[in-house]
């Protein structure tokens, strides 16, 4: 059965050099969405938890209840308001006309629009939202921001990081002492090892981070791979072809195997045209089915992912979109 390795030892290198750079643990906010980028967030959470994490940052109201056992701080990124907020989680505020659909007293974190222009308020607005979370008896917890390129070598960090201390210095100047219990957290993954440190008043929200993926630290480590179980082997004779189209026909007798994952535990589809080499050097062979593929014969086992960034780079596309697609349903287990 296909499953995939979380490697412990990796986890938490990878957590002590994030808490290193942010300055210690208290300082970290996890974010655990789209059960961790893939990788399993329920198996994930003791481990961070242990090393000293307690705030992590979520998805959607279903997430944070799964979590709610292991961290006391949850924040919930993308919430829809519905007046029946939990008193156990922060929520985040990503439209300021949706002030009067929160629930009184729910704990909110309000999004700073520095630039990106997906979610949050703008600078000169700050005081007009103050002024109604206030009147709508909502708790202002903590005030973000999210990069929109970060990992960009352009000026465009700078500018929303001057943005956001200027919305920083106008909520400070507005509600004086109360802000000082206020959470700032702008740093994202690549941010925070980009900058020479964080502010003293703000923690980072660290996400693929943790896994091993980042541009300007090489030296993480992978936490994930993806590992598949033998169905049968033969041999392909010459001229012979394997998988749907017969893409794929043997210039000479070859030991193959077919292995138990396909496109249907979230696999991109390979179409048997380019040549594409799984980590061990062995080649796929043909169009990938649903649930399973061709190769040179492997053994029993093959790893079929190791960084994701291999497979992003042969299809076109991103290391998260390789990793958030792993299907919930593949046996994940802690090494």
């Known amino acids: 059965m296909a499953y995939i390795k979380l490697d412990r030892l990796a986890y938490e290198y990878n957590l002590d050099m994030i808490a290193k750079k942010a300055g210690g643990y208290n300082k970290i906010i996890c974010v655990f969405k789209d059960n961790a980028y893939g990788h399993g967030a329920k198996l994930l959470a ?21 979590l709610k056992t ?11 308001p519905n007046s029946n ?50 009147k709508q008896k909502l708790q202002l917890h903590g005030v973000m921001m999210h990069f929109a390129g970060s990992d960009e070598i352009d000026g465009s960090y700078f500018v929303q990081k001057q943005k956001f201390q200027l919305a920083k ?26 900058s020479d440190k964080l502010e003293d008043d703000e923690y980072c929200r660290v996400g693929l981070v943790q896994f091993g993926y980042a541009y300007f630290n090489k030296n993480l480590h ?48 390979y179409n048997g045209k380019k040549e594409f080499f799984l980590p061990n050097g062995k080649k796929m062979l043909g169009k990938m089915s649903m649930d399973s593929f061709s190769c040179e014969y492997s053994g029993d086992e093959i790893c079929v992912l190791k960084d994701a960034n291999d497979m992003a780079k042969f ?8 990793l958030v697609k792993l299907s919930p349903y593949l046996k994940r287990i802690v090494i």
Request: charged share 30%; aromatic share 10%; hydrophobic share 40%.
């Open 46 to 66: 003791p481990i961070a938890k242990a090393k000293g994490v307690d705030f992590v940052a979520v998805k959607n109201e279903e997430e944070a209840r799964e």
């Open 70 to 80: 292991f961290f006391k701080n949850i924040l919930i990124l993308s919430h829809l």
């Open 85 to 134: 907020e939990s008193k156990d989680f922060f929520y985040a505020l990503n439209d300021k006309n949706d002030i009067k659909k929160f629930k009184k007293n729910t704990k909110i974190h309000l999004v700073i629009d520095t630039n990106m222009h997906r979610n949050g308020i703008a600078i000169d607005e700050i005081e007009e939202v103050l002024v109604a979370l206030e």
């Open 169 to 194: 210095n106008k909520i400070y100047s507005l509600l004086k002492d109360k802000a000082k219990n206020l959470i700032f957290h702008s740093h994202n993954s690549e941010a925070l090892f980009r």
């Open 222 to 269: 992978k936490v994930l791979s993806l590992w598949a179980n033998k169905l049968s082997d033969r041999i392909l004779k010459k001229g012979q072809s394997v998988g749907y189209g017969g893409v794929y026909s043997a210039k000479e007798d070859i030991h193959i195997a077919t292995y138990d994952l396909g496109y249907a535990d979230g696999l991109f589809r």
């Open 315 to 322: 299809f076109h596309t991103i290391n998260y979109e390789i």
